[in-house]
């Protein structure tokens, strides 16, 4: 939907583009959506990134795409997990 501007769901043409999408919250301007990973009772919360957010006017489908993600990492005890493809080694 990003790229092509079209629905998957209904074929629609009219898209919303929502930059940095935020949730309500009792900040002035809401919470900006981040990537937010759990490691553990003795650390931290991590906050990584944001979201982007693609609607379909027509229908309300919806699509997130995360920016500034470089911070994350392969955590499988966090519930974070790399999904590569098989063959799809760096190119070089």
């Known amino acids: 939907m990003k790229t092509t501007l079209t629905c998957p769901k209904c074929g ?3 898209i919303w ?7 309500p919250s009792e900040y002035e ?5 981040h ?3 759990d490691r ?9 990134g944001s979201f982007d957010a ?12 995360g920016r500034h993600l470089a911070e994350l990492r392969h955590m499988p005890s966090s519930g974070v997990h790399l999904l590569e493809r098989p063959g799809t080694a760096p190119y070089r």
């Open 12 to 14: 629609g043409g009219k």
């Open 17 to 23: 583009r929502i930059d940095r999408f935020t949730t």
């Open 29 to 33: 301007g809401g919470s900006e959506m």
């Open 35 to 37: 990537v937010v990973i």
């Open 40 to 48: 553990g009772p003795k650390e931290p919360l991590l906050t990584v």
């Open 54 to 65: 693609y609607v379909c006017h027509g229908c309300g489908y919806t699509e997130f795409y």
